[in-house]
């Protein structure tokens, strides 16, 4: 992969296909993508939300997001990596609320549910959505479910009152053997990410039967935005050790910084601080797969506030996006059965499974873009399920490869993550 637009990442919008599934009604009504119209809410009140969420879905989405991150960085060791932990998480949970036996228990331990009762998992997933959905001021962010299935095929009750209550999912019937049902698809997907993605689905296989879409959308505004008069060209160091001129964005001020001698970290906010980016830089005697090593085994160090100092921060202004599909990698981290079609066992969804159901492809889609005035991302991830304080001033300049988070501060779930190594030049 080359250049700095071909970003590899899994985020956002969650597509699941099945082969004889059932629907939810007949209604050829699309269903219309949500607005960033975010509600207004204070953050008193959206702590005493965050306070009530389940603390340890937070921690199996990041466990789960970072054992994605190393599995696709040890893959795609020449390009970038991003990834949205939460949207992924998500998707593959509405996926496990439909399988059972061995294939629930491996989907379980693989996205750390393990440990929780079905309706701790199910009010975890509804608690957590609904919270990152009422960012205050600052900041939108947009998750939203929807569940496609063929006409004429109805899911049963146990299952659709699960996907409507804790994920929200809206339901509608299509044909799929219809020549325009990707295009309608896809325009629901481009319409719930702000025109960020335009196309996720290509085709639709003949077998399929249900597709369950999600799409997270965020954009935040820099608590305190860089000055674009600031912005100047510098060179960024590339992982293979060549240089590219980019635009580097400068502010001094105070922020959340630490610091050892093996990396530089820093929290910039954005709105109210309800939300962050959390930039790690490895020093200039290490290197990205060192941190990485870290930050795979060991979070403690970032997973709270930092030090506030008088920064000197130089940022780079960049785009990328990433398209993967995520097999391979899933059943790397154990999550065999479910793509195997002599093992996998959907019969959650009902007589649907009548002629065995198997996840065929997962397929994940998203893009970013951070300038002066803040950051904006947007994801999309396919489940295809088929049958057969004042101190001495520091300076940190992001001139080489480095990893960064978009964190919600008031739950600590990390909504994108990922690593980037080369920058398009200028």
């Not at 956002?12 to 050829?28: H, K, R």
């Not at 506030?305 to 899933?330: I, R, S």
Request: hydrophobic content about 40%; overall charge negative.
């Amino acid at each position: 992969m080359s250049g700095f637009h071909r970003t590899r990442a899994a985020v956002i919008s969650i597509l699941l296909s099945a082969a004889l599934l059932a629907s939810c009604g007949s209604t050829d009504e699309t269903p219309s993508a949500p607005r960033p119209d975010a509600e207004t809410i204070s953050l008193d009140k959206r702590q005493k939300l965050a306070d009530a969420a389940d603390d340890r879905l937070v921690k199996a989405v990041n466990e789960f997001g970072m054992k994605l991150h190393r599995e696709l960085a040890a893959a795609e060791t020449d390009g970038n990596v991003l990834i949205s932990p939460y949207s992924i998480s998500m998707a593959l949970g509405m996926t496990y609320f439909g399988s059972a036996g061995n294939t629930r228990t491996e989907m379980a331990e693989t996205l750390g549910l393990g440990r929780l009762a079905e309706e701790e998992i199910a009010g975890g997933y509804r608690s957590l959505g609904e919270l990152l959905t009422r960012t205050g001021k600052g900041v939108a962010l947009l998750a939203a479910n929807s569940l496609w299935t063929q006409e004429g095929i109805k899911l049963p009750d146990d299952y659709m009152k699960i996907v409507r209550n804790s994920f929200n999912a809206e339901a509608r019937s299509v044909n799929f053997t219809d020549d325009a049902a990707p295009q309608r698809i896809n325009d629901w997907i481009e319409e719930s990410t702000r025109g960020m993605i335009d196309k996720l689905v290509d085709r639709v296989d003949p077998d399929m039967r249900i597709m369950l879409i999600n799409t997270i959308y965020f954009k935040g505004q820099w608590q305190k935005p860089f000055d674009p008069e600031e912005t100047r060209e510098e060179r960024f160091r590339q992982e293979d050790g060549t240089t590219a001129n980019v635009q580097m964005m400068h502010r001094t001020g105070y922020m959340e910084y630490r610091a050892t001698d093996r990396w530089q970290a820093v929290r910039i906010p954005y709105g109210e601080g309800q939300m962050a980016m959390l930039v790690i830089v490895p020093d200039e005697s290490a290197d990205l797969a060192s941190l990485h090593e870290q930050i795979w085994t060991d979070r403690s160090a970032w997973s709270g506030p930092m030090e506030n100092h008088h920064v000197k921060l130089g940022l780079p202004k960049f785009k990328a996006d990433f398209e993967e599909k995520l097999n391979g990698t899933l059943i790397a981290l154990g999550m065999k059965d479910a793509f195997d079609p002599a093992q996998a066992d959907f019969s959650g969804f009902g007589e649907a499974d009548k002629e065995g159901l198997y996840i065929d492809e997962v397929k994940h889609k998203s893009v970013i873009e951070v300038n002066e005035q803040g950051t904006e991302a947007a994801a999309a991830t396919s489940v295809g399920v088929a049958s057969g304080a004042p101190q001495e001033t520091v300076s940190l300049t992001v001139d080489r490869p480095f990893f960064f988070a978009i964190e919600d501060m008031q739950t600590g779930a990390w909504l994108f993550a990922g690593s980037i190594r080369e920058i398009e030049g200028k």
